[in-house]
């Protein structure tokens, strides 16, 4: 990973900590959208790893990574990150989605895990 994305998973902040996550009726139109994008990578990867199409798996994450999200909705948000106040309204939103990301999704779509 480039270090702007390493640099957006830190701004996450780690996995437990969900004080700053945004309800449902309080995320961004975009965000909600980049979280329907990781749902259906979750499913597809979880399709995938059972049918042990591993090729699929690797060209899906690859593709969510440097063009779903690092192209597009990483590039959108950072301003938000850096920039917004620690517990605004944008921020949180944006932190929403890479919680999920980050700690949701990866958990979900390892093979050996539940």
């Known amino acids: 990973m480039g270090s702007t994305v390493g640099h957006l998973w830190q701004a996450a902040g780690p996995c437990i900590n969900r004080g700053y996550l945004a309800g449902p009726l309080e995320r961004l139109q975009l965000d909600r959208y ?22 699929k798996v690797y060209a899906d994450t690859i593709g969510l990574v440097t063009t779903r999200l690092s192209a597009t909705y990483f590039d959108i948000i950072k301003d938000r990150l850096y920039a917004d106040a620690r517990a605004g309204p944008r921020r949180r939103s944006a932190q929403t989605v890479l919680y999920h990301v980050r700690c949701r999704a990866e958990r979900r779509v390892h093979w050996n895990r539940s």
């Open 34 to 55: 980049a979280l329907d994008v990781v749902a259906g990578y979750v499913e597809r990867a979880r399709s995938a790893y059972d049918a042990m199409a591993f090729n």
